[in-house]
């Protein structure tokens, strides 16, 4: 059972630090090789800046793990708190609310995602980030988290623009590397057919994530590498498409 404090989370005593102790009032003994008050009082205030950091990235992934799986409003703050192994007071004074912490999972996994999206250059790489982002996730549940965070809703206003936004990014990479341009003849067409390869790579995240539909569920990259290019081509390739 969970202690109901942890050394991350300090009393009012250990996360104030008052003055350093002057010549004046330490008496001798502070003037015989002890250490300086500046040194002595500069420790404890980096040592709470790591922790903090520490405790920060535990409630992140601990979060993203919860709203992925769980979804938002089947979570509670306490869940993250217990699994981060952290005081539920701490939320509120990294992230000030659940909402707070939806929201930087989200914007961390946009900052991911959107890096990734920027590698693609070529029809030729898709199915290679699909079939990473999905069946890669036998080694870690990472980037299978990171989809199913985009499928969850929070009910917040900003945080559905960030997420549609982010879909429509990955739309328009995805159309981009089939030769897509905004003011092209048919490029609603085009990018029509890219949110559903889209929608396909959130498919496959989705069935995954049960674990029980084989062999789907325990297929590695190279088992879905050359389906999902069957894919790409009938939908984006020029032969394809049509054009």
């Not at 500046?38 to 601990?62: K, N």
């Not at 995602?113 to 069946?135: C, N, W, Y």
């Not at 490029?187 to 959130?202: I, P």
Request: hydrophobic residues 40%.
């Amino acid at each position: 059972m969970r202690a109901s404090s942890s050394p991350d989370d300090p009393s009012p005593e250990s996360s104030t630090t008052g003055p350093a102790p002057s010549a004046a009032t330490t008496g001798p003994a502070s003037s015989a090789g002890a250490t300086p008050p500046a040194a002595t009082a500069g420790t404890p205030r980096t040592a709470r800046r790591g922790t903090g950091a520490r405790t920060r990235a535990l409630l992140l992934e601990s979060a993203r793990r919860r709203f992925a799986h769980d979804g938002y409003a089947a979570t509670t703050v306490r869940d993250i708190a217990d699994d981060a192994g952290v005081n539920v007071a701490l939320i509120n004074r990294y992230f000030r609310s659940k909402e707070g912490l939806f929201e930087a999972c989200l914007k961390a996994v946009i900052g991911e995602l959107s890096r990734e999206a920027g590698t693609v250059a070529d029809l030729e790489q898709i199915p290679e980030v699909i079939s990473g982002h999905t069946a890669g996730v036998l080694a870690s549940d990472a980037p299978r988290d990171a989809l199913l965070l985009l499928l969850r809703s929070s009910g917040d206003e900003r945080t559905e623009r960030m997420r549609t936004g982010l879909l429509r990014t990955f739309s328009e990479r995805l159309a981009s590397a089939a030769g897509w341009r905004p003011d092209a003849p048919g490029g609603d067409q085009l990018l029509l057919r890219a949110q559903l390869v889209l929608s396909v790579a959130f498919g496959i995240t989705v069935l995954r994530a049960s674990r029980g539909l084989e062999p789907l569920a325990s297929a590695t990259e190279k088992d879905l590498g050359d389906p999902l290019r069957d894919v790409v081509d009938a939908l984006l390739a020029p032969g394809g498409t049509g054009a």
